[in-house]
């Protein structure tokens, strides 16, 4: 199954809003220090001018990039993109399955940080935000397995 690695929530001026890593576990015991989102949303702000500047006009508001360890899926939430970076194996989520759990957490963003028309200028780090997102992210993906295993 394709594994959602990484969640990055940009505004279209690059700066990146949420950053959250599903991939390893950070603490002190482990001497795991996050690498600095800000860094790589200058490249997904290249990536986002080019990918609107080649396909002006494309309906399907997903747009994915695979890289040589990495995947990397686009969505356009208006004032916001939403990247989320999954590994490179056969995924049971289909395109259909990541527009619902990425439309789903742009609801939840929205709802949470950008009321009454509000602009963001500074990193977030909401902890419950954070688990409204494993939750969304997590009950899509039971949902798919449990749709597996009932068809088998």
């Known amino acids: 199954m394709r594994l959602i690695k ?11 809003v949420i950053f959250m890593d599903f991939d390893s576990i950070e603490s002190k ?10 860094l790589i949303s200058g490249f997904f702000s290249a ?3 080019f990918a609107e500047n080649v396909v002006a ?5 997903i747009n994915q ?4 360890n990495a995947n990397y899926i686009f969505f356009n939430l208006g004032k916001f993109y939403i990247v989320l970076e999954t590994t490179i194996v056969d995924s049971s989520l289909s395109i259909e399955d990541y527009d619902f759990i990425i ?3 742009g609801d939840v963003f929205y709802a949470s940080f950008c009321k009454d028309g509000e602009d963001i200028f500074f990193s977030i780090e909401d902890e419950i935000f954070e688990n409204k997102v494993r939750s969304i992210i997590s009950t899509q993906i039971r949902r798919k397995i449990s749709q597996k295993f009932f068809q088998k």
């Not at 015991?29 to 800000?38: E, F, I, W, Y």
């Not at 006009?57 to 508001?61: D, I, L, R, V």
């Open 6 to 16: 990484k969640l990055f929530i940009l505004k279209t001026t690059v700066q990146c």
């Open 47 to 49: 990536i986002i001018v």
């Open 57 to 61: 006009g494309c309906e399907n508001p």
């Open 65 to 68: 990039i695979q890289m040589k």
């Open 29 to 38: 015991s482990t001497n795991k220090v996050m690498k600095d989102p800000q």
């Open 103 to 105: 439309t789903e957490i």
